[in-house]
């Protein structure tokens, strides 16, 4: 289970290192149909709202699996990026998407606690 808490800026360059994977073999593996590639490219792009939005739409509990999902054993797994240095961090990233936007006010998106 991936625990880190990012900051903004680290949350960044953690989805810089995402390699863009025109096929993205994480998201073919994301039984909850979460589609990891598409919300690590918008944190990359600094679009947190949407990248809440795309876990959301895909999974109402995204905010609860971003903290109990198996990702080694999933997404992170089938990462192309560790085949240079190691796998992108798709589970904090998905914390960290779901965490900013509790703390982003004005939202539209329903608002789920995290225990
Ligand atoms: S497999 Fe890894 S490098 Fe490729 S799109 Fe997914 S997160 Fe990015």
Redesign the pocket.
């Known amino acids: 289970m991936e625990t880190t808490d990012f900051t903004i800026s680290q949350a960044i360059a953690e989805a810089s290192?995402?390699?863009?994977?025109h096929d993205?073999?994480?998201?073919k593996n994301c039984p909850a149909g979460t589609n990891?590639?598409s919300f690590?490219r918008s944190i990359r792009f600094e679009n947190f709202t949407e990248a809440a939005k795309t876990i959301r739409n895909a999974n109402i509990l995204g905010g609860v699996c971003s903290l109990v999902c198996p990702y080694s054993n999933l997404?992170k797994k089938?990462?192309?990026?560790q085949e240079i240095d190691s796998?992108?961090k798709?589970g904090s990233l998905q914390k960290f998407a779901i965490e900013h936007e509790k703390k982003k006010p004005g939202t539209d998106t329903p608002m789920h606690k995290i225990p």
């Open positions: 290192r995402c390699l863009l994977c993205a073999p994480c998201s990891p590639a690590i997404c089938e990462c192309v990026r796998p992108v798709i």
